[in-house]
Each structure stands twice: as C-alpha cells, then as structure tokens.
C-alpha cells in the first residue's frame, strides 16, 4: 500500500503513457488530455485550497496517538483526500471517453483510495469525500464537453 499510495512511484509511467497519447493520439486524444491535465489542476486546486480550509478535519496520523503510519505525516488537513479527488476525477474522464479503460480505472482509483486510508494518513470518510468532490467536478465537465467543447475538438 505505501508503493500504491506515492505518487512519484508512478511519474515516469503517467509522463511516458501522457507523451506517447499526445504524439500519437488524434486531435481528440489531445483534447481530451488537455482537458483531463486541467480538470485535476482543478479540482487538486478547489480541495487544497478551499476545502481543506473550510472542514479543517486533523490528520489520524496527527490526531490519534496509536495509529499505524505506514508514511510520512504531513501537518496539511486531512478532508478531503486530495488523491482520492485526482484519482477519481481521472477514473470518471477516462471511463467516459474511453469506456474498455472504465474497469482498469475505478480498480486504479479504489485502490489508491483504499491506500490513502491504509497507511494511516486519511480516515475512511477522508477518501469517501474526496471521490465525491472528484466525481462531481468530472460530472461537470463532462457536461461542458457534451454541451459546449465538443464543437470545438469535432471540427475540422
């Protein structure tokens, strides 16, 4: 769970994969990763910056004092999960527009959130809140892609 739940462990990979789907992918394989790249920008953003202010919820790890740290504790707040925010936002945008990724992905996003709970740096409804916060921001973008940015990336 602790390789599972860094980030850096899977960086070269996402670079690679993001390089070889722009170079090689089409006008919609771009769109749709540029969309993707800012739509976690996004949301990241809106739950470090705001919501993390606002519940002000203390770590476990820093708030209960026989919690099994598998990590690193850091000060920041605890709710909502910013991983489970990315990683559901990615699941949701990939099972939408690709949808043979669909089971990969919500398989990929549970366990990341699994592991953010796992190795003691977020409560169960840390990672629960933080999908939610992920799935509605890609619900509404999805509907500004159906509605409005699909003109854009269907021209010729």
Known sequence: MPFITKLGNFKIPIIIVFFLFFILGKKKERVFLILLIATILFA????????????VRIR???ALPDVRLLLGCTGSYSFPSSHAVNITVFAVLTSYKYRFLMIPSIITAAAVCFSRVYVGVHYPFDVLGGAVVGALISIGVIYLDSRYLKRFYNSK
């Open 44 to 55: 990241d953003y809106i739950a470090t910056q705001f919501l993390k202010y606002i519940f």
């Open 60 to 62: 476990p790890c820093n």
